[in-house]
């Protein structure tokens, strides 16, 4: 797996880079293996729901653009959305490559859609690693509570959301390890973390639970939860140190590519 890692460090990098949300100027200085005319694009994706008065909590959708090498476009962001609706980077119908070969990675990602909208990514020519620090609050989230509070988030789009409002994650979960019972600075290969698989498998909360809930029990409950998940996200949900992690990993891995 340190040699998938590897090979797609240089995505690592972008991802880091371009979540800083500058005006460009530090990712283009970052990137200097990028070329091209789009070089110099900056693209700004506004997302209706955050782009008003939540807008100071979460930016709009910022993407970079840049060629790497001859051939491959590289497009890295950050923010509230896909920059493209899910149908153009996987039906080859709407594109105008068809047989284009689709690498993402993701640092830290939460889930993302429903079942139905997993399986329809998940059944599409885009290989996707999920790359999880371990102990990363985020991608535990959104939740069985998240869908339960009175002001619904979709799961996902319209067409992806029937019979099935919870959220799941897609692609490959790559699970970096800093230290602890692991070898520090390791890597595991498509293993989910427990707090992560448990969530996925749980049934949906019982009505005991679920009415007090709604009726305004949330407010302690992600009272609560914020104390606990501050740490973990100060701590690991940072993609520099997600960089790090992933750089310590590669320089290790003439030693340990062959254990992992």
């Known amino acids: 797996m340190a040699q998938v890692l590897k090979r797609y460090q240089h ?92 690498t993402c990675v993701t640092l830290g990602s939460p889930r993302v859609g429903n079942a139905a909208f997993c399986r329809h990514f998940n059944a599409s020519k885009v290989l996707h ?47 970096l390890h800093e230290s602890g019972a692991r070898i520090l600075n390791s890597v595991d290969y498509d293993v989910e973390r427990p707090d992560i698989e448990a969530e996925d498998e749980a049934p949906d909360l019982p009505a005991a639970i679920r009415v007090p809930y709604e009726c305004g029990g949330f407010l302690a409950y992600w009272a609560l939860r914020g104390i606990r998940m501050a740490p973990g996200i100060w701590q690991y949900h940072d993609p520099a140190g997600y960089e790090a992690v992933v750089q310590r990993i590669v320089e290790q891995s003439p030693a340990t590519a062959d254990a992992m």
Do not use: C
């Open 129 to 175: 690693y999920r790359l999880e620090v371990d102990g990363d609050p985020i991608p535990t989230i959104p939740d069985r509570f998240t869908q339960a509070l009175p002001v619904k988030m979709p799961a996902s789009r319209p067409d992806y959301t029937i019979d099935d409002n919870r959220y799941h994650h897609v692609g490959v979960p790559v699970l």
């Open 11 to 102: 995505l690592v990098r972008y991802a880091h880079w371009a979540y800083l949300n500058d005006d460009g100027a530090e990712f283009r200085s970052a990137a200097a293996d990028l070329h091209g005319d789009v070089n110099y694009r900056k693209l700004e994706i506004v997302t209706p729901f955050f782009k008003d008065t939540l807008k100071f909590l979460t930016p709009n959708t910022h993407v970079h653009l840049g060629i790497r090498g001859s051939d491959t476009l590289v497009l890295a962001f950050r923010g509230t959305d896909f920059p493209f609706t899910i149908e153009n980077l996987v039906n080859p119908k709407r594109t105008q490559w068809p047989d284009v070969d689709i």
